[in-house]
């Protein structure tokens, strides 16, 4: 056998501990990421949103399949440039374009979502839900489009009490955000866990935030408890304050409709603490924050929403005053 000189096996040794720590760095790197600090807010074009311009969809469309999971009806197409498209149709596709938005605008993660009045797609079957929305020329009304991305993978999901992020400034903010714009439906499959091709972070986000700027809850008449911006303007949002702790209205106990189904009534009721015991401080951050977001850009997002300009005028209203309410705790 070949003895190793003294010397070599020092420096072998020596690499080997190197190669062995670089690998711990480069392990180290990877992050699990809820917010980003936008800088510049005022820089960022709320209209176009993650995606921006670039990004926005572009006709034709193709009918390529039927989306049947989740309740609101949904399509999959793919655009002139090649890119697919997860078409949702119903009460939640201008809310969720203008949230994501300002989602987007305030540091958090939000999906590249895109707001249609009109959508023309070749090819597009009779609907086993959403035919209603079809128009008899075959167009689609109301529909937001989200950008299947081919450089970002669904790894997951996450909890809302989930340690890793537990206590954090970031984690209570993203709360009081969700009470902000009104969005009750918080079940944790609508929390998702993406990564980046090229990139070893886990991001973290509200993927489905189609149901604000509504009543904040699910209560009669259902067409008022997502996308209906008078609604939303008479909602509660502060419910309680006690010492160094704010509870906010959303998510609120679930409609007296739901005792007739027990299970999904507890599952509601296990929601609403996500709105509850938020420290006082982190729910204040989170309004210096999104005081950086100007009047235009509110209504950017609601006007890339298909909202009016009535309509978005009063969201303003209603946004900034829930700002100046955060700040003043």
Known sequence: MTRIPERCFIVLVAV????QEAGAVKRRAAADVLWRDPGNVVSRDVFFGPGGKAHQPREPFCFLSEDLDG????????DAAGT?????LGAEAKAETAASRLIWAAGYFAN???YLDTLRVKNLPRLHRGQKFVSSDGSVRSARLKRRSPELKTIGTWKWNDALFRGTRELNGLRALMAVINNWDLTEENNAILRSDGSPDRIYLV???GASFGTGDLAWPLRRARGDVGAYSHSQFIAHESGAYVDFRVPA???WFFLFTPGEYAAKMRLRWIGQDIPRTD???LGEILVRISPQQIRDAFRAGGYSPVEAQLAIRIIEQRIAEL???
């Open 16 to 19: 080997a501990f190197a190669a």
């Open 71 to 78: 309740t609101n009806p949904k399509f999959v197409v793919e």
């Open 84 to 88: 697919q498209w997860t078409v949702k």
């Open 112 to 114: 590249e979502d895109y």
């Open 207 to 209: 993927s489905d935030v």
């Open 253 to 255: 106990r679930p409609a």
């Open 283 to 285: 729910a204040r951050w």
């Open 327 to 329: 700040r003043a705790l």
